[in-house]
């Protein structure tokens, strides 16, 4: 299993609309003068990925996340997002980079005296989206994730795998190009967490978002034939689905066909497999965005 000291090279399948979001070079990080949580971390992650990452408790997962998202400064190394030097970045620039990333975490961060479809539209009023388009949208994407019979509801009135459900719509209700979950199905039953997972897979099939998902279930891991990054000893390595250190890429741009892991090329079968909980729901959630967007001048 190797250190990534050297770039960790996004061995997703390409696409004709593959493109680098996340690029880390020899990045650290530390809390207030500490020792590094993370040591000359360096990757790249495309579009259309979607990682599993993992590690022990305390091992800087979380830390991992709030340096993409930018909630924490890298102590140093370069960050670049979709292509663009985070270092030196305005508030204002970082915000306008952030708008193409979600986040969601295991704890659901919903607002307890909102509504589920307030909830969901929070994202959209903030941008000042008009509120019909807003009522649209968030109807279509409250029936993609099975809760429009909720949208009244207020969160507490819900159950965890609901709850969690509503954070994901609120997520996705944006089409970021990056999701970032952490630890989503910690607090969830297997079933739940199994509808959790489709709705990922769902958001990063129809709309190539990339994503990488935090967890310690060991389970999904062996559900889900998605490869991992994995932090230990203030670094991190890179493993195929199967757990194994996966062969390094020859060259820095995304990789070929032949490049990719067995496993992660089995990924799309295994994954057709399993039934889906949203079928008879009929909704192309990606449809439904590109139809109402092109209908958003005459609200």
Known sequence: MRSMTEP???NSLPTAATRGVISFANVAARYDGGVEVLSDVSFNINSHSFYFLTGASGAGKTTLLR??????????????????????????????????MAIVFQEYSLISHLSVFDNVALPLRVRGTSESYAKKLVTRTLQWVG????????????????????????????????????EPTGNLDDASAAKLMELFIQMNKSFGTAIILATHSQKLLDTYPFPRIKIAEHKLMFENARGTAAPRPTKSEPASKSAAPAATKAAPAAVKKEKSYFTDLSVNLEKEFASLAGNKEDE
């Open 67 to 100: 340096l993409i998202y930018h909630l924490l400064p890298q102590s140093r190394g370069q960050i670049k997002l979709f292509g663009k030097n985070t270092s030196g970045m305005t508030r204002d620039a970082l915000s306008e980079l952030r708008r193409k």
């Open 147 to 182: 809760l429009s019979q909720y949208a009244d509801a207020l969160p507490l009135n819900l159950s965890g795998g609901q709850q969690q459900r509503v954070a994901v719509a609120r997520a996705i209700i944006t089409q970021p190009e990056i999701l970032l979950a952490d």
């Open 8 to 10: 960790i090279i996004d």
